[in-house]
């Protein structure tokens, strides 16, 4: 036990000593102490090359990283080469901290563990203190060569370092003998260095004078040579000593005669001034000259801007004449009357284009007001103001001037362009106008820079914008236009005599053209395509290289409100509003219209309804990525409105229809003698018209619409009216019922059968579909069959005529009905009714029936 702890306590010690007992003072010394150890070890144990020689070959780099590691730990590093903050362990018994007590440490094993345990605890700590040796001389024959360098390289510095500290002996010696020579220079030339300093100030006081006394001719040769500018600086150079000398006679002279010679050179700039002929730049340095000769701010930029208001009045004249004569007669509101154009200017040509046009008032109006605006602001407002001038504030009345000059050139030469771009109706080209608009805006940005706060580039946005607003305008009309265009060719082409196109099996009265779903087509497609020709044009105002269509003013509102709805749903609207407008009654502009045209409009709206509309729309807004910011149609509601003009259009065509195969009907029975009438021997030939005219509209409506939902058809339906109306029962109904004995009978067995009858509903809305149409035609030409027989009275032959009528009707009517039992009905209705108004009610036998509407 005691052999063991000794042992224990020896390797505790040893660890402590070689880790971390000195740490926290001298860990580089302990470092290096270390080091010093392992290389006497190895020189003692082995040959003095041995270290190279028995270094392996290849290294591990898991042992290589875990030597590292072990270092880092040692000196208190991190991943990063930085010192760890962790705060230090002050436990005792922690064997890797700063403040480790081997006797403490020692005690507490001894207590704590068993005696295998501690055997264990002194070979892992045995292990670990080999390793750490191992690794130590690891690291110091890997660093062999590097600390033969770090030598070799610190005696070298120590031998540079002797050599550069002679030569900096040497240059400090050099330096003092300089100083020494110089200072003895200086004193030697220092009676002399005053002398000239005196005669230079001397001869710089007689050039002086000399300027002063040649000052009158000088200014008298600039006035020659009109060399203004140098008259006026050589003048301000001497006005200040002139005046401080002005009691001196000799001074005074010279200073009335420069003032007489100023006098005279500012009248010369002030007529210059007035005459208006020279440049812009000739003009600017006669106002600078005038200001440095003190003439008052305020009437400088009066006359300023009245010059250069009559330039810029002529270049307004100039575009003015360029308008069309009619337009020019008339000047322009709130404006005085234009003089006659300068000789100079061209003569006005109707040829000139709006591009033209915009180029010219940008390159002569909007550069020459440019132009004026810098000079007058560098004149005036820019200006640094010294003395009396600088409290009057000139800058502030100067800018206000300005301000209602541009202002007021500005409104006339915009009203100019509102004129031009007026004269531009045709929508054939857009491109013309959306450069001109874009060069136009362009320009007035200059202004908007040169002259902050101004109204000018506020109100050329608004031209812009009402330009685009009015093309978009003018595009709608064009496209109202073209659709009544097409509607008209396309009533042309109904009204056209087809008898090739006749549909097969019809009569040709008023047969329903093949053609009709090629016109339909026909008249979609033109519409669409005129539509993305208009979008394509539209465009052309949102194009990447148009300065304002990135504008935010510009481009949310034009896409959104300006082309989405004030075109392309304001379009879609009047196609829905016009084609309802064909639905009105008889004698107003919907009484004359070809029921074919109602059937196709119908049919153009349901298509909108399911397709056109959300793809005309998609189109729109990916074309001009519309945000909608502001409130717009919704797509359902302009659905909603194409299907409500859809269904008034086809409810109108079932009205039309059935009142024109009503027409047939009331007049052949109001134009008859039912009373004296023969017995019938054959069908009227108005039945068979109205069959032919039914089977027509059913091939014209299958044209567009599908075929429908029927049904359930009877295998006899073509004669079950002859067997109701032939029956035993009926015939007695006949008999008894109609003798002039039992009037109130008769009523009353119509009025009971009425009451389980289910009611028919005449003029109710019709389905988009062939058979729903065909119905409601039908249901409105029986009914008015009906109505008429009411108003008749029939005699016997009468009576039987109404039945072969009614039984031929049956025979071929019952197929183009959603419901057969709803033309039963109707029929049967109409021959009760005759034989309720019969004097003699005898019906005929159903063979005699038969045999008749076969034959007929």
Not at 225 to 253: D, E, I, N, T
Request: a neutral charge.
């Amino acid at each position: 036990m005691r052999v063991t702890d000794s042992v224990l306590t020896v390797c505790l010690c040893r660890h402590n000593c070689n880790g971390n007992a000195y740490s926290a003072t001298h860990p580089e010394v302990l470092a290096v102490r270390h080091l010093t150890d392992s290389l006497i070890i190895t020189s003692v144990n082995r040959p003095p090359f041995a270290m190279e020689a028995e270094a392996p070959a290849t290294e591990d780099p898991g042992r290589k990283r875990r030597v590292h590691g072990m270092l880092k730990l040692y000196y208190g590093l991190n991943e990063e080469g930085k010192a760890d903050e962790k705060p230090q362990s002050l436990d005792p018994c922690d064997i890797n901290g700063p403040h480790f007590d081997p006797e403490h440490y020692l005690n507490k094993l001894r207590r704590e563990c068993s005696l295998a345990e501690l055997m264990d605890q002194e070979t892992c700590m045995v292990k670990q203190i080999r390793s750490l040796d191992s690794d130590m001389q690891t690291l110091v024959y890997e660093n062999y060569n590097k600390f033969i360098s770090a030598t070799d390289t610190i005696r070298k510095m120590k031998n540079d370092f002797k050599k550069m500290e002679d030569e900096m002996d040497c240059l400090s010696a050099n330096m003092a003998a300089i100083t020494d020579f110089s200072a003895r220079i200086s004193g030697t030339l220092e009676d002399q260095h005053a002398q000239i300093t005196k005669l230079s100030g001397v001869h710089t006081l007689l050039r002086k004078l000399q300027f002063l006394f040649e000052l009158p001719a000088r200014l008298n040769k600039c006035l020659e040579l009109q060399a203004y500018a140098q008259a006026v600086s050589s003048h301000r150079r001497a006005r200040c000593v002139l005046q401080q000398y002005s009691h001196m006679p000799s001074f005074k002279g010279i200073q009335d005669d420069c003032h007489a010679i100023m006098d005279k050179l500012a009248q010369e700039l002030r007529q210059k001034f007035r005459d208006g002929g020279s440049s812009a730049k000739d003009l600017s340095e006669c106002v600078e000259l005038l200001l440095q000769l003190d003439e008052p701010a305020e009437e400088l930029c009066e006359k300023f801007l009245s010059h250069a208001g009559s330039r810029l009045e002529s270049d307004l004249q100039g575009l003015e004449a360029e308008i069309r004569p009619s337009q020019t007669a008339s000047s322009v509101k709130g404006a005085p009357a234009r003089k006659s154009p300068p000789a100079g200017l061209p003569s006005p040509s109707s040829n000139t284009d709006i591009l033209e046009f915009i180029d010219r008032g940008c390159n002569e109006f909007v550069s020459s007001l440019c132009l004026v605006i810098t000079s007058y602001q560098e004149l005036f407002i820019n200006h640094a103001q010294t003395g009396e001038l600088a409290s009057k504030n000139i800058p502030q009345m100067a800018n206000g001037k300005l301000h209602v000059f541009v202002d007021d050139l500005a409104a006339r030469y915009f009203s100019l362009v509102e004129r031009r771009i007026q004269e531009e109706k045709g929508v054939s080209d857009n491109s013309l106008l959306v450069r001109a608009l874009d060069r136009f805006h362009r320009r007035l940005q200059a202004v908007a820079k040169l002259l902050p706060g101004s109204s000018v580039p506020n109100r050329g946005t608004e031209i812009v914008i009402g330009a685009a607003t009015e093309r978009v305008k003018q595009y709608l009309a064009a496209l109202q236009s073209f659709y009544v265009d097409s509607l008209t060719d396309v009533r042309q082409a109904l009204a056209t005599p087809r008898l090739s196109l006749a549909a097969p099996g019809a009569g040709s009265g008023r047969d329903a053209p093949s053609g009709l779903p090629e016109l339909l087509s026909s008249l979609s497609a033109s519409i669409l395509n005129q539509i993305k020709s208009v979008l394509a044009s539209v465009h052309l105002f949102t194009a990447k290289d148009i300065t304002f269509s990135n504008k935010p003013y510009f481009k949310g509102e034009f896409c959104c409100q300006g082309v989405r709805e004030s075109l392309i749903v304001s379009f879609i609207k009047f196609v829905c509003q016009s084609s309802r407008q064909f639905c009105e009654s008889a004698g107003d502009k919907g009484g004359s219209t070809p029921p074919a045209l109602l059937l196709l409009l119908s049919r153009l709206c349901l298509d909108y309804e399911t397709s056109t509309i959300s793809y005309i729309l998609t189109l729109t807004d990916e074309q001009f990525l519309s945000q909608h910011h502001s409130p717009v149609t919704a797509v359902t509601a302009l659905c909603a409105e194409a299907r409500e003009a859809a269904q008034k259009l086809l409810n109108h065509y079932v009205k039309v229809q059935g009142l024109i195969i009503s027409q047939m009907l009331r007049k052949s029975v109001e134009t008859r003698d039912w009373v004296n009438t023969i017995e019938p021997r054959n069908v009227r030939a108005v039945m068979k018209r109205v069959v032919e005219d039914t089977t027509s509209i059913d091939v014209q409506v299958g044209l567009l619409y599908e075929e429908g939902v029927r049904k359930a058809h009877s295998s006899d339906s073509s004669k079950r009216t002859f067997s109701v109306y032939s029956s035993s029962r009926q015939q007695t109904r006949y008999a008894a019922s109609y003798t002039p004995s039992a009037p109130m009978d008769t009523n009353l067995l119509s009025n009971i059968h009425k009451l389980f009858s289910e009611r028919i509903d005449i003029f109710s809305s019709v389905e988009f579909n062939k058979v729903s149409v065909m119905t409601g035609i039908i249901k409105i030409s029986l009914k008015t069959f009906l109505e008429c027989v009411r108003l008749r009275t029939f005699g016997r032959y009468g009576l039987q005529q109404i039945q072969v009528d009614c039984h031929y009707l049956q025979m071929y009517l019952w197929r183009f009905v959603s419901d057969e039992n709803l033309v039963h009905f109707l029929l049967d209705e109409i021959v009760g009714s005759s034989a309720h108004r019969c004097l003699d009610p005898a019906p005929m036998e159903q063979s005699v029936i038969e045999v008749i509407c076969e034959r007929g």
